[in-house]
């Protein structure tokens, strides 16, 4: 998502909304495999590659976007205040996280969002400042982080105070959870790619452009409004979903049960 305002290119904006697509895609499957009535696969197999692949996209935007906002900070003579500007940007992003579990504990009690991706990327925006200026040390780093969280994701442990890292107590779940291990380590792998691809802020290699296409531009708006889509598509895809069905109360109130029961991005 686009939460670091660099200088706009194409061809981010361009797969930021492509990405934007699959989100809305993928939770419209969801939700209509719960509420809709229909039988869908959606934790495992293609489905489930295709939700993982969409949340890493929009994640190794944040590290590609990142160095951007750098690179604006170093050409204004302004980089001696990007760290405060990245820490006001991080701490907006996690304000609104905690509405989001707020939101959510209110709403639905146990299953409630306590570090989806606004915590994360509210955190990881901070995080991610002492890694700006290295290049492939990020990528071998990245790599580290991901392969840890993929070794923490058979592990339960008794205490839920580490729940951000990726140390999950037993028997969690929630709607939406983006730990710092493995996640953390595709930002890092985005800021490897923004320096090596978008040094000082400027397209490294050539690119045809198409910004003047219908889809184009149409993916581009969607990748420039990424997180206004982010926080208002679930209700109205929820909605939607019980607009084509009814259910009498008994059973929608299963369907509730089973729905909050899963993560999902």
């Known amino acids: 998502m ?35 009535g229909y039988t869908l696969n959606v934790h495992s197999g293609l489905w489930l590659y295709f939700a993982e692949a969409t949340a890493a996209i929009f994640i190794v935007l944040v590290g590609v976007s990142l160095t951007l906002s750098a690179s ?23 304000s609104l996280g905690l509405v989001v579990t707020l939101a959510t504990y209110l709403l639905i009690g146990r299953g409630s969002i306590l570090f989806g991706v606004l915590h994360f990327i509210g955190v ?15 990528l071998f780093a990245g790599s580290i982080f991901i392969l840890i969280g993929i070794y ?71 990748g420039r409004n990424s997180l206004v889509i982010y926080l208002v598509h679930q209700p109205v895809i929820v909605a939607t ?3 084509l069905v009814s259910y009498p109360p008994c059973i929608q109130a299963e369907l509730r049960s089973n729905f909050l029961r899963k993560t999902y991005i």
Not at 26 to 36: A, R
Not at 124 to 138: D, G, K, M
């Open 2 to 36: 686009d939460f670091s305002k660099p200088s706009r290119f194409w061809e981010l904006d361009f797969i930021r909304g492509l990405a934007v697509v699959m989100m809305v895609l993928y939770h419209f499957l969801y939700d209509l495999n719960y509420f809709g």
């Open 72 to 94: 604006r900070s170093q050409m204004r003579g302004a980089s001696e205040k990007l760290y405060l500007r990245f820490f006001k940007r991080g701490l907006r992003l996690f």
């Open 124 to 138: 990881s925006i901070v995080l991610a400042y002492p890694f700006l200026r290295l290049r492939t040390f990020n």
């Open 152 to 222: 923490l994701q058979g592990l339960t442990f008794n205490f839920p105070w580490l729940l951000w890292l990726g140390l999950v107590p037993y028997n969690f779940y929630t709607l939406d959870y983006f730990p710092i291990f493995p996640w953390f380590g595709l930002v890092l792998i985005g800021i490897f790619l923004g320096n090596r691809f978008y040094q000082d802020g400027k397209r490294g290699f050539r690119l045809p452009d198409l910004s003047g296409s219908f889809i184009v531009d149409l993916l581009g708006t969607l």
């Open 241 to 243: 979903c019980f607009s």
